[in-house]
C-alpha cells in the first residue's frame, strides 16, 4: 500500500518562499491524482492545490498565482513551490494521493511565516 511522508516546512519571514515534498513509498504514475491541503479554522483541512490525472492544476483563490504544485513521477514525489509567503499561510500542509482504489495521506509539516 502507498504511504507518504511530507517535509520541507520550517520557519520563513513574509515574502519568503518555502518548498513542500510529499515522497510516495512507491512508484507513483500520472494515474493518480495529487493533492495539498492545510488546516484551516476549527482544524479542518482546506484543498489548496491539485494536480489530476488528467494533468490540470487547480488552486484555491488564496494562492493563486504564488503556490505551484508539481511532480516528479521518477522520484516519487510532489512538490509545493510556497512563493511570497504571508503570515496567514501559517499553519499545517498535508498531502494527499489518490486514485480509483485508495487515498493515502502524510502526517503533514508545519509551516511558520513569521517576522
Known amino acids: 500500500q502507498v504511504q507518504v511522508v511530507e517535509s520541507g516546512g520550517g520557519l520563513v519571514q513574509p515574502g519568503g518562499s518555502l518548498r513542500l515534498s510529499c515522497v510516495a513509498s512507491e512508484r507513483i504514475d500520472d494515474t493518480y491524482d495529487v493533492r495539498w491541503y492545510r488546516q484551516g479554522p476549527d482544524a479542518q483541512r482546506e484543498l489548496i492545490a491539485e494536480?489530476?490525472?488528467?494533468?490540470?492544476?487547480n488552486y484555491h483563490d488564496a494562492v493563486k498565482g504564488r503556490f505551484t504544485i508539481s511532480r516528479d513521477n521518477a522520484k516519487n514525489t510532489v512538490y509545493l513551490q510556497m512563493n511570497d509567503l504571508k503570515t496567514e499561510d501559517t499553519t499545517i500542509y498535508y498531502c494527499n494521493v489518490i486514485n480509483y482504489s485508495f487515498s493515502a495521506w502524510g502526517q503533514g509539516t508545519q509551516v511558520t511565516v513569521s517576522s
Open positions: 494536480l489530476t490525472s488528467a494533468g490540470n492544476a
